[in-house]
């Protein structure tokens, strides 16, 4: 999303949930779409802590992922 540019129509008025590989990222841009008036929360320690803890990684077909 381009700086100043406005949430897509399918992300405006619904909880959105931010994740990155290890959560640094994910943490600025949920403070950023929460400055910008959506509802936003970050999965704090990224991919790296979904996976540490037993939590499904799967690709878009729905198969067995992985972190790169």
Partial sequence: MP???GLPPAAQGRPLVVICH???RS???ARILTERGAEAVD?????NAWSAVGLPVVDGR???GSIA
Avoid: I, N, P, T
Avoid at 43 to 47: C, D, I, L, S
């Fill in 27 to 29: 943490q600025r841009a």
């Fill in 3 to 5: 700086a100043g540019a």
């Fill in 22 to 24: 290890s959560g640094h």
């Fill in 62 to 64: 729905g198969s067995s």
């Fill in 43 to 47: 999965v704090k320690g990224g991919m």
